[in-house]
């Protein structure tokens, strides 16, 4: 069982920075695709970003293209979400997920079966 543990998170103003952190409990971490998803309230949950097992990475969100890198640290079994420019819009619950894929970055949630709890980004003046 592939458990991932989300950090980062807090209060932060309107165009300033956060970087979230995904933390894997195995090392096999590495063969994953890692997604990052959002969900503000009363709004569905949706895709921010994805990094496959080779590095390539997927932006999903067009609200956040040139705004939000994904990166990943397979010698810490870590990947990261660099969040500059961040507006109100981007407040919500980020998570990330996990999941064995062979090609491409699958954008909904529901191809995940492994996810972290959670951690709160509040983008607020």
């Known amino acids: 069982q592939l458990q991932l543990v989300e950090s980062g998170g807090g209060l932060v103003q309107p165009g300033g920075s956060l970087r979230l952190s995904c933390a894997a409990s195995r090392s096999t971490f590495e063969l994953y695709t890692i997604g990052w998803f959002r969900q503000a309230p009363g709004k569905e949950r949706e895709g921010v970003s994805c990094i496959r097992r080779s590095g390539v990475s997927t932006n999903f969100a067009d609200s956040v293209k040139g705004r939000f890198t994904i990166s990943r640290d397979s010698a810490k079994n870590t990947v990261y979400l660099q969040m500059n420019s961040l507006k109100p819009e981007d407040t919500g619950v980020y998570y990330c997920?996990?999941?064995?894929?062979?090609?491409?970055?699958?954008?909904?949630?529901?191809?995940?079966?492994?996810w972290g709890q959670g951690t709160q980004v509040t983008v607020s003046s």
């Open positions: 997920a996990a999941v064995l894929w062979l090609s491409g970055c699958p954008s909904r949630s529901h191809d995940y079966p492994y």
